[in-house]
């Protein structure tokens, strides 16, 4: 099981950027990509999840693409998923009991 938020002990599978985005599309996020203004060759895409899924008002939040190390098995590392969970539990109040994914 691959989670944002965590939830239990154990080891955790890696989160694919592919499957991220899959997930925030089935949740009729809108997603536009952005180019990283000449730092790299990265990409970053903004998401704007729908107002009628968040606690606090949607805003929009920017996220890179694994790049680095990751890049090329376009997996966040840990301490990316790890981030990203307090972002969204910051920005719009989502937890590991609001948001999954059924595998």
């Known amino acids: 099981m691959c989670v944002i938020f965590s939830i239990g002990k154990g080891r955790k599978a890696l989160l ?3 499957d991220f985005v899959k997930a925030m599309l089935s949740l009729r996020s809108e997603i536009s990509p952005i180019r990283n203004g000449g730092k790299g060759s990265g990409l970053k895409c903004v998401f704007t999840p729908p107002a009628s899924l968040c606690d606090k008002p949607a805003v929009p939040f ?3 693409e694994p790049h680095g190390q ?3 098995n376009g997996q966040f590392d840990r301490k990316a998923s790890s981030r990203l969970g307090r ?3 910051r920005k719009y109040g989502w937890d590991g009991n609001t948001v999954f994914v059924k595998q």
């Open 16 to 18: 694919r950027w592919d």
């Open 62 to 64: 920017k996220w890179d």
């Open 70 to 72: 990751q890049k090329g």
């Open 87 to 89: 972002l969204l539990a």
